[in-house]
């Protein structure tokens, strides 16, 4: 069977799952005020509908990751195509805000689905330092649906197009993976060193695992917190959040396409070590920056958060294999998770933030102040990591084998 696997079309069938995936963040974002007008939802209601997203895409890729090793990605793929139909196609006819939180948790697990086959399959379908090469190709197509997504909405709204045409959108990358995936020979899934998911568990309770997947709570908080907020943040301090958008994720797109000559050369935790300084350096400018500054320093921050995820991937698969898929999926799920927990936190830093600053300013520069403090305490999160890749590339090297 592994004789007739296409890998480079399966390859790219992953690329538009992860795009149709990316659309529905961007997508549904750039259609929130709409939602919240068409259902008269207020700002708590449309939070709970974003937390759906967030909440299915662990649960899926917890559920998906230990399946792995039974089902192979050929079931789970189909049930990621499944439950993206369901849920865009529940969204586009919602009837009310309940209709709208279950579409929006359908969506959210196919999200995650499609990690929990797509990160282990084509981790089985190349070999080496490939894995985190061809992990971080596929990853860049995140940041990239993001752009397609972003530009797209921005046109459709512009043009009086509805939010339901907009979430229909989302269902031509699917249909296109589907039409991808279709017939075709899948790898047979890889049980490193005839592990199975018990013997996966075992190896994912190992130090350096347990190491890595707190790092990558932290990674994806780095990544994921500051982009949140700096919309709201940046507003005030003279530059088009649009514009920060696209130059963020459009700069994590090209650098993941690009990742092979820089994995090789330094290695996965040379990267980590190197997007964690950057990463630390962007943010701090940011919760300074004013004016052109603004791009500069979202510059910096994007080369630092391109690499964060695949990579942490990318390490897992290559240097603790006996975890296997669901190690992976585990991995995933650990981001998303610490994700959605910190929204609330970063939140009240910014109530509190906000508070202090009214206590001495006035109207815009309330949310300045505000915003720049929130975005420079975010700066202990990527500082956290340099001391901690630091430790990974100079000591970790042995004790990754184990």
């Known amino acids: ?12 069938a992953s690329c538009f799952a992860l795009i149709t995936t990316s659309m529905a963040f961007g997508i549904r974002a750039g259609v929130l005020t709409q939602l919240g007008v068409s259902f008269q939802l207020d700002n708590e209601q449309l939070g709970y509908v974003n937390q759906m997203a967030f909440l299915g895409f662990p649960i899926a890729m917890i559920i998906g990751g230990p399946l792995y090793n039974v089902l192979g990605p050929k079931k789970i793929i189909w049930v990621a195509f499944f439950t993206h139909v369901i849920g865009l196609i529940m969204t586009i006819f919602s009837g009310g805000f309940w209709t709208l939180l279950l579409s929006t948790f359908f969506v959210g697990f196919g999200n995650g689905t499609v990690e929990a086959a797509c990160n282990p399959m084509i981790s089985d379908m190349f070999e080496g330092k490939d894995k985190t090469k061809m992990l971080n190709r596929f990853h860049m197509w995140f940041p990239g649906g993001i752009v397609i997504a972003t530009l797209l909405s921005q046109f459709m709204t512009d043009n009086n197009m509805g939010w339901q045409l907009q979430i229909a959108a989302i269902l031509v990358p699917a249909v296109i993976y589907a039409y991808l995936f279709y017939g075709q020979a899948f790898p047979v899934a890889k049980v490193e060193g005839g592990a199975s998911t018990g ?3 075992k190896a994912m309770l190992s130090p350096i695992y347990l190491f890595m997947l707190a790092c990558m709570a932290l990674t994806a908080i780095s990544e994921f917190g500051p982009e949140q907020w700096i919309g709201p943040i940046m507003g005030q301090a003279g530059a088009s959040p649009m514009i920060i958008l696209a130059i963020v994720t459009g700069l994590m797109a090209v650098g993941r396409y690009f990742a092979g000559p820089i994995v ?10 190197v997007s964690a300084i950057l990463t630390a350096v962007g943010v701090y400018l940011m919760s300074g920056a004013t004016g052109n500054m603004v791009y500069v320093s979202a510059i910096i921050f994007a080369l630092g958060v391109c690499y964060f995820w695949p990579t942490m991937i990318g390490y897992v698969a290559e240097n603790i294999p006996l975890t296997g898929a669901f190690g992976l999926s585990i991995m995933g799920g650990m981001g998303m ?3 959605s927990i910190f929204q609330p936190i970063i939140g009240s830093w ?7 600053a009214a206590k001495t300013m006035t109207g815009d520069a309330v949310a300045l102040a505000a915003g720049q403090a929130t975005m420079a305490q975010m700066v202990l999160f990527p ?15 042995k004790a990754s084998h184990a």
Do not use: C, P
Not at 2 to 8: D, F, G, I, K, R
Not at 350 to 356: F, G, Q, R, V, Y
């Open 383 to 397: 500082s956290i990591l340099i001391v901690a890749f630091a430790g990974l590339y100079f000591f970790g090297k």
């Open 199 to 201: 013997e996966n568990f």
């Open 350 to 356: 910014l109530d509190a933030n906000t508070a202090e």
């Open 337 to 339: 998770f610490a994700t």
């Open 264 to 273: 090789h050369k330094l290695d996965a935790g040379g990267v980590l070590l």
């Open 1 to 12: 069977m592994n004789q007739t696997v296409n890998a480079n079309r399966l390859f790219l």
